[in-house]
T-cell receptor, first 116, second 113 residues
Framework: DQQVKQNSPSLSVQEGRISILNCDYT??????FLWYKKYPAEGPTFLIS?????DKNEDGRFTVFLNKSAKHLSLHIVPSQPGDSAVYFC???????????????FGKGTKLSVKP | ETGVTQSPTHLIKTRGQQVTLRCSSQ?????VSWYQQALGQGPQFIFQ???????GRGNFPPRFSGLQFPNYSSELNVNALELDDSALYLC????????????FGSGTRLTVV
């Protein structure tokens, strides 16, 4: 039973536009959420995170929004660039330290393609 | 500063065999976590080692075992390989308690035939 769901396997966006990647979760005990980016033949790279006590976190072109009542989070990339083309994973943890015991629960990922 | 190195990059094994995967953590990192990523799935937590002790474990059977050495490098051992063990195995090291500090390696692609 999937606790973290990324229902869109792929997303295609024009360069300069906004990319919105969505993630839903079922476990109300999740306390910390992270987004990772993965290029082919490389390991995932940490992108941005959010604690359950917040509803928004920004880092440059990347913003993560959290709606706890809906158990939904989204990653916004503005403006999108061709170099953003990658697989994006949403991950969650019950640990407020964001996985101090390593137990991150990942979604299946969304493949983002940004077209020039 | 070198990153996380995993070896080998690819491996083919026969069902029933045993396999050892290796991970050299990033300099200054004392924690190593292992994940299994099956095709079309997200990474799934196997276990974590902190200062040579198992610090947490996911829902994997005992035939998945690990070690961490005094230099903080780590091994993942899988006994009695099954076809479903075919996956990308990712190692992540960190110096912080939180997952923001994870540095992932590029993984070992294991194929069980």
């Amino acid at each position: 039973d999937q606790q973290v769901k990324q229902n869109s396997p792929s997303l295609s966006v024009q360069e300069g536009r906004i990319s919105i990647l969505n993630c839903d979760y079922t476990n109300s005990m999740f306390d910390y959420f992270l987004w990772y980016k993965k290029y082919p033949a490389e390991g995932p790279t940490f992108l941005i995170s959010i604690s359950s006590i917040k509803d928004k976190n920004e880092d440059g072109r990347f913003t993560v929004f959290l709606n706890k009542s809906a158990k939904h989070l989204s990653l916004h990339i503005v403006p999108s660039q061709p170099g953003d083309s990658a697989v994006y994973f949403c991950a969650a943890s019950e640990d407020s330290y964001g996985g101090s015991q390593g137990n991150l629960i990942f979604g299946k990922g969304t493949k983002l393609s940004v077209k020039p | 500063e070198t990153g996380v190195t995993q070896s080998p990059t690819h491996l083919i094994k026969t069902r029933g065999q045993q396999v050892t995967l290796r991970c050299s953590s990033q300099s200054g990192h004392n924690t190593v976590s292992w994940y299994q990523q099956a095709l079309g799935q997200g990474p799934q937590f196997i276990f974590q080692y902190y200062r040579e002790e198992e610090n947490g474990r996911g829902n994997f059977p005992p035939r998945f075992s690990g070690l961490q050495f005094p230099n903080y490098s780590s091994e993942l051992n899988v006994n009695a390989l099954e076809l479903d063990d075919s996956a990308l195995y990712l190692c992540a090291s960190s110096a912080l308690r939180g997952a923001e500090g994870y540095t992932f390696g590029s993984g070992t692609r294991l194929t069980v035939v």
